[in-house]
């Protein structure tokens, strides 16, 4: 599971350096606000990192869970509903 959810988890790139018998879960869907990622971006993404790790060993996922501190974050359970609706939207849209 690698959090690839905001600018500062930097690029791809460092998944070729991942032995190929794992399997990866790109974090990419943010827990830290109710905004939610663009639809069109998240297959797009994971195209970028399918150039660096195979696409049949790649998953999508939230990067966190929805409460990943003590005083939890700022995100409405309609939000967090979107955004679990999403992982599979997208799961759907890459891998059928």
Sequence with gaps: MLEYDDDRSGTFA???????????????????TGRLEHVDDLPRRVRMASKYFPLAQL??????????SVI?????????????????????????
């Excluded at 998953?59 to 990943?68: E, L, R, Y």
């Excluded at 939890?72 to 059928?96: H, Y």
């Design 72 to 96: 939890g974050n700022p995100i409405s359970p309609e939000d967090q509903m979107q955004k679990l609706a999403l992982v599979v939207r997208t799961t759907r849209e890459i891998w059928g």
């Design 59 to 68: 998953g999508v996922s939230t990067q966190c869970g929805f409460a990943s």
């Design 14 to 32: 460092a998944l070729k350096d991942i032995p190929e018998d794992k399997f990866l879960v790109l974090g990419l869907i943010t827990t830290k």
